[in-house]
């Protein structure tokens, strides 16, 4: 064999090993730091994790995700998914050395077909988790029922059962924080005083056949509110907003209410309002009537 040919066949053989030895790398970290794939029809999900804060003691936090990949076209749900979506149910029974857990949900997409309104997400979505552990020192144990639906024209419920042990000496890191992180920022954050949209004052109209919620929202300078979700009592349904006006600083906003006996009888209920402009979000809390 020549000299030349001998050195191709030696850089060819210190690659390979090199690229084994790296995919090994990467399969360890993986598994380490996520549970493996459930996958199913059109959709496939899994646990990820950081590890534990950086903060000393008992205060620390564990942080992980609900990663969710779906198939092109097809959709799935936010925490409320609409007229016609199916509800994700989280289960996180069997967990041990969890003192509480949060969920959180980044801002949603509204999808209006022949079928009515939904709300959720398409390609691909982290659904960020806050664990609180009892002890800070110990291993999390994660135990994941996620009960979810994939829809195209057809909807598909899905059912995916997953584990994923978190090592308090991992300590945010791993192959998932940049990932962990940009789902993060698209949560709603809640409102500031000064600034960010806030939901600054709100009307009921309308007779006993037709509710109407009839508000207002602070614009943030450099923003404009582009589509608003309302949550309540689960007797009643928001509409798509009818109209979202905007005036500079401030945003007029109608949104009917389905389920409501008159405009009365919503006086006291807690509304929960996601606020959704081109470059923020914000997540708040109002009592009508309050």
Same mark, same amino acid.
């Given at each position: 064999?020549?000299?030349?040919?001998?050195?191709? @066949?030696?850089?060819?053989?210190?690659?390979?090993?090199?690229?084994?030895?790296?995919?090994?790398?990467? @399969? *360890?970290?993986?598994?380490?730091?996520?549970?493996? +794939?459930?996958?199913?029809?059109?959709?496939?999900?899994?646990?990820? *994790?950081?590890?534990?804060? =950086?903060?000393? %003691?008992?205060?620390?936090?564990?942080?992980?995700?609900?990663?969710?990949? #779906?198939?092109?076209? +097809?959709?799935?749900? +936010?925490?409320?998914?609409?007229? &016609?979506? #199916?509800?994700?149910? #989280?289960?996180?029974?069997?967990?041990?050395?969890?003192? &509480?857990?949060?969920?959180? +949900?980044?801002?949603?997409?509204?999808?209006?077909?022949?079928? %009515?309104?939904?709300?959720?997400?398409?390609?691909?979505?982290?659904?960020?988790?806050?664990?609180?552990?009892?002890?800070?020192?110990?291993? @999390?144990?994660?135990?994941?029922?996620?009960?979810?639906?994939?829809?195209?024209? #057809?909807?598909?419920?899905?059912?995916?059962?997953?584990?994923?042990?978190?090592?308090?000496?991992?300590? &945010?890191?791993?192959?998932?924080?940049?990932?962990?992180?940009?789902?993060?920022?698209?949560?709603?954050?809640?409102?500031?005083?000064?600034? %960010?949209?806030?939901?600054?004052? $709100?009307?009921?109209?309308?007779?006993?056949?037709?509710?109407?919620?009839?508000?207002?929202?602070?614009?943030?300078?450099? =923003?404009?509110?582009?589509?608003?979700?309302?949550?309540?009592?689960?007797?009643?349904?928001?509409?798509?907003?009818?109209?979202?006006?905007?005036?500079?600083?401030?945003?007029?906003?109608?949104?009917?209410?389905?389920?409501?006996?008159?405009?009365?009888? $919503?006086?006291?209920?807690?509304?929960?309002?996601?606020?959704?402009?081109?470059?923020? &979000?914000?997540?708040?809390?109002?009592?009508?009537?309050?």
């Amino acid at each position: 064999m020549s000299d030349i040919r001998k050195l191709i @066949v030696g850089i060819l053989i210190v690659a390979s090993v090199a690229t084994a030895t790296f995919t090994g790398v990467k @399969v *360890s970290l993986a598994a380490e730091f996520s549970s493996p +794939w459930q996958n199913n029809l059109y959709a496939r999900a899994r646990l990820i *994790s950081t590890g534990y804060s =950086d903060t000393e %003691g008992n205060s620390q936090t564990v942080n992980a995700g609900v990663h969710i990949e #779906i198939d092109a076209g +097809w959709k799935t749900y +936010w925490r409320n998914p609409g007229g &016609s979506g #199916i509800p994700t149910q #989280i289960n996180w029974a069997g967990s041990t050395n969890v003192k &509480s857990i949060e969920v959180a +949900w980044p801002t949603p997409k509204r999808f209006i077909d022949k079928y %009515g309104m939904t709300i959720g997400y398409k390609n691909e979505i982290v659904l960020p988790v806050k664990i609180h552990p009892l002890d800070a020192n110990a291993p @999390v144990q994660l135990s994941l029922e996620l009960n979810y639906a994939v829809c195209l024209e #057809i909807c598909l419920p899905v059912n995916s059962k997953m584990a994923l042990a978190i090592k308090p000496e991992n300590k &945010s890191t791993g192959p998932f924080k940049r990932k962990l992180a940009r789902f993060i920022k698209k949560v709603p954050q809640p409102p500031k005083s000064s600034q %960010g949209f806030r939901v600054q004052k $709100l009307d009921l109209t309308g007779d006993d056949k037709q509710v109407a919620l009839l508000f207002e929202v602070q614009n943030p300078k450099g =923003d404009a509110l582009v589509d608003v979700f309302v949550e309540g009592a689960d007797v009643l349904f928001f509409n798509t907003p009818k109209k979202i006006v905007n005036k500079g600083a401030v945003s007029v906003v109608e949104v009917l209410v389905n389920g409501a006996k008159s405009a009365k009888a $919503l006086e006291g209920n807690k509304l929960r309002f996601t606020l959704v402009g081109e470059k923020s &979000s914000v997540d708040q809390y109002w009592t009508i009537g309050g």
